[in-house]
């Protein structure tokens, strides 16, 4: 299509400047010719879009053509799906013992397509190199930016280079459509990415990251700049043009200190800003982040980052087992995952805050949505005395705060299969609260130890306009448990 326009804008002023009769006359058939080649063309299109309409229903509404020229390019329309993703990964092999569980975690062999660059060979305990694993490079020899790497930061640079060696390794654009990059302990939720990444033209410029939870970190770097912890991903056409640029790139910013920070000074250098994505977490944080985990933004839940440097997830286990279990709930329903629905016991006046597969917090009074969204402060600030020190708001309590301020939490434990066409997962209470006063009156929900919740088996589409879940209580079903069952929204419904 592009070619056949152009070559019909090209010929006319050049036939009107010259006036010359044959050249008219050659140009006028040209014009023809091309005239009939595109009534044959959209002729041909226009069946093919009645065979492929089951395939559009899937697809988001943007995809439907706009322009010919992005018909043209898409005409297959297929869904973006994991096979359209390269991996990227930054890995040192000193460190690869420590680090491989988090990657193993969320690869999958012969799904997922990329490679693990390392700075040299893998130690002897790493070989043979398993399948389990994704397949390493070493990366290249960086000596020849000596002269231009004035900070003496060699591994920043062999970091932004995994971009350019990535895209050497993987560059058919008849399969790939996004470059996906990510640090050695980047724990990611591939469905979630797949289906986020899969809203975005690939075919255009796309820079799809996020920040840092710290405010002081995206200060003193920039604010338009994608945490590489958290992963990012990168559209083809952005990948290619950094992989041709990236030498001068790195010789323009000898100074800028992170790996990141050359990468988003190179692609505001393309003229492309960045497309935040707020499920991408780089967790900046300190300690028990399950205040965090349990107040999800509105957004599909995409990574976990610094699992080493923060508390185990779940209580009483360890760092390896804490997000295995997480994983047990994502291989359940990914889309659900850490998405927080909320619902009242209006006779005892209790509200439930549901983090699906992961936590239930329950109130001893009724508290509305507005409120709950806000996570509770069980973490702390990454760097020390930095102010303010996150970039969302925080709830904070201590134990002396009133029992009304002060959550029962209970954790996933297990997924129990299916019921009544709902999947079922239970949480269960491993620690009693501490608060102020009188916390065991007639009023406390302090006897509940385990909630059954009830999900859908349909995937939930979060964001883009998108409501949450909503939920009901459904009466006791023992002495000490209790049953939620999450729903759609009502028309007019309000969670409070
Ligand atoms: C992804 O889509 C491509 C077509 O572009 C198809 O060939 C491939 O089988 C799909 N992969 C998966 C895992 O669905
Ligand atoms: C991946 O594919 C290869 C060859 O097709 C096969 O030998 C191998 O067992 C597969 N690995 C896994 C983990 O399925
Ligand atoms: C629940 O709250 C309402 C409104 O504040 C109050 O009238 C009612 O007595 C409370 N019920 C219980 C069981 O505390
Ligand atoms: C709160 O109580 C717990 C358990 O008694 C204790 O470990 C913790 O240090 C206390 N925290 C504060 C801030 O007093």
């Known amino acids: 299509m592009s070619t056949t326009n152009a070559i019909?804008?090209?010929?006319?002023?050049?036939?009107?400047?010259?006036?010359?009769?044959?050249?008219?006359?050659?140009?006028?058939?040209?014009?023809?010719?091309?005239?009939?080649?595109y009534l044959i063309y959209l002729f041909l299109s226009s069946s093919s879009t009645t065979t492929t309409t089951s395939l559009l229903q899937f697809s988001p509404s943007k995809n439907i053509i706009k322009s010919s020229k992005q018909y043209y390019f898409n005409s297959n329309n297929i869904k973006t799906n994991i096979s359209h993703l390269v991996f990227g990964i930054a890995a040192s092999s000193n460190t690869w013992g420590k680090k491989?569980?988090?990657?193993?975690?969320?690869?999958?062999?012969?799904?997922?397509?990329?490679?693990?660059?390392?700075?040299?060979?893998?130690?002897?305990?790493?070989?043979?190199?398993?399948?389990?694993?994704?397949?390493?490079?070493?990366?290249?020899?960086n000596s020849r930016y000596m002269p231009y790497n004035k900070h003496g930061m060699p591994?920043?640079?062999?970091?932004?280079?995994?971009i350019e060696e990535t895209f050497m390794e993987e560059h058919d654009s008849s399969t790939v459509r996004w470059y996906v990059m990510a640090d050695d302990d980047t724990v990611l939720m591939i469905e979630n990415l797949v289906n986020v990444?899969?809203?975005?033209?690939?075919m255009k410029y796309y820079y799809v990251g996020m920040n840092s939870e710290c405010i002081v970190s995206n200060f003193g770097m920039s604010f338009q700049m994608a945490f590489g912890g958290a992963g990012y991903a990168l559209s083809y056409p952005l990948a290619q043009a950094l992989a041709k640029n990236m030498d001068t790139c790195i010789k323009r910013y000898p100074y800028l200190y992170g790996s990141d920070h050359i990468?988003?000074?190179?692609?505001?250098?393309?003229?492309?800003?960045?497309?935040?994505?707020?499920?991408?977490?780089?967790?900046d944080l300190r300690r028990d982040i399950s205040g965090f985990l349990s107040a999800h933004p509105q957004s599909p839940f995409i990574s976990l980052h610094h699992l080493d440097l923060v508390s185990p997830i779940f209580p009483s286990?360890?760092?390896?087992?804490?997000?295995n279990h997480l994983m047990k709930a994502a291989s359940v329903d990914q889309s659900r995952l850490l998405q927080q629905s909320v619902c009242y016991n209006k006779i005892h006046n209790w509200t439930f805050s549901v983090?699906?597969?992961?936590?239930?917090?329950?109130?001893?009074?009724?508290?509305?949505?507005?409120?709950?969204?806000?996570?509770?402060?069980?973490?702390?600030?990454?760097?020390?005395?930095?102010?303010?020190?996150?970039?969302?708001?925080?709830?904070?309590f201590n134990n002396y705060s009133s029992c009304g301020e002060v959550p029962n939490i209970l954790f996933f434990d297990s997924f129990e299969g299916t019921k009544l066409n709902h999947f079922v997962t239970t949480y269960v209470k491993k620690n009693h609260r501490i608060c102020a006063n009188n916390d065991d009156d007639d009023h406390s929900s302090n006897g509940v130890m385990k909630v059954h919740v009830f999900s859908p088996m349909d995937k939930l589409h979060v964001g883009d306009g998108n409501r949450k879940e909503c939920c009901d209580i459904i009466q006791p079903i023992g002495m000490d448990s209790m049953a939620i069952k999450l729903r759609t929204c009502m028309k007019h419904e309000i969670i409070a």
């Open 263 to 283: 990468l988003q000074a190179c692609i505001a250098d393309l003229g492309v800003t960045i497309t935040l994505e707020k499920g991408f977490h780089q967790i």
């Open 8 to 37: 019909i804008l090209n010929i006319k002023p050049k036939t009107l400047s010259k006036n010359l009769f044959l050249n008219g006359i050659l140009c006028k058939t040209l014009v023809f010719l091309t005239l009939i080649l």
């Open 317 to 323: 286990m360890n760092h390896y087992d804490a997000l």
């Open 197 to 202: 990444l899969s809203k975005y033209d690939h």
């Open 355 to 396: 983090s699906w597969g992961y936590s239930v917090q329950i109130y001893d009074k009724i508290i509305p949505q507005s409120y709950l969204q806000t996570p509770i402060e069980t973490f702390g600030e990454w760097r020390k005395g930095a102010w303010p020190p996150y970039m969302f708001n925080i709830r904070k």
């Open 100 to 141: 491989k569980h988090y990657i193993n975690s969320w690869w999958k062999p012969n799904i997922t397509k990329g490679y693990l660059f390392l700075d040299r060979t893998p130690n002897d305990e790493h070989l043979p190199w398993p399948n389990i694993s994704p397949p390493y490079r070493i990366s290249s020899d």
């Open 155 to 162: 591994f920043a640079i062999r970091m932004v280079r995994v």
